[in-house]
């Protein structure tokens, strides 16, 4: 982005989609505004625009990190997060168990705010549990102070499940949860075992078969040799 007035881009897409877009165009404007392409055009053409280019990526650098380090020491270790290698947001995952859409209203009275996961996925369901920020406009002092109350609005929720957690009032989580993943692990154990005894097993009879077949060959000789 230039500048949020010169209100000036292109669409790459096939001719279908292309005449269909020119249509929704000429019935918004008729055509975008002239002296703002010479605008851009002449910008392109005589001013060092890749200094400027450098100059936001510095930016957006260094807003990125600060985001990246105030997420690393106020988040709680249940959430993980993207490490973007460009663009201005970043993808906040939180358990499963939580609901980023419902703790939006938390958020804002707490004067942050973000985009809920599900808003990104056509079902409005999957991606409940995660949610987009975006660090380009504010200053660093401000990243690091808004990711401190988000942080604080996500503790919260939070501490709410574990208690729920620890009451056994959430399935598939707390001491139920490991407890099954040990019953499954014994189980394993179990099947594994049995496995093993089930070889050693046939391994047996597969050597007594031989003995036998031994032990008969040598009687059908001291027969033989008796009837001669």
Known sequence: MLGPGLRTGWIAAPESVLARVNLVKQGADLCGSAFDQLVVQHYFADIPWQRTLQKFIALYKERRDTMLAALDEFF?????????????????????????????????????????????????????????????????????????????????????????????????????????????????????????NEEAVMQSHDGDAAQIEIAEDKVAEAEEEAAE
């Open 76 to 196: 709680p270790p249940e959430a993980s997060w993207t490490h973007p290698a460009g663009g201005m947001f970043l993808w906040i995952t939180l358990p499963d168990y939580m609901d980023t859409d419902s703790m939006l209203a938390e958020a804002l009275e707490a004067g942050v705010t973000y985009v809920p996961g599900n808003s990104f996925f056509p079902d409005g369901v999957t991606g409940k549990n995660s949610m987009r920020v975006n660090f380009s406009f504010e200053t660093p002092e401000s990243i690091t102070e808004a990711i401190r109350r988000l942080a604080g609005v996500i503790e919260e929720r939070l501490e709410l499940y574990r208690v729920f957690i620890n009451a056994g009032a959430l399935p598939g989580y707390g001491k139920e949860a490991v407890m099954a993943e040990n019953e499954r692990e014994n189980w394993d154990e179990v099947i594994v075992a049995s496995e093993q």
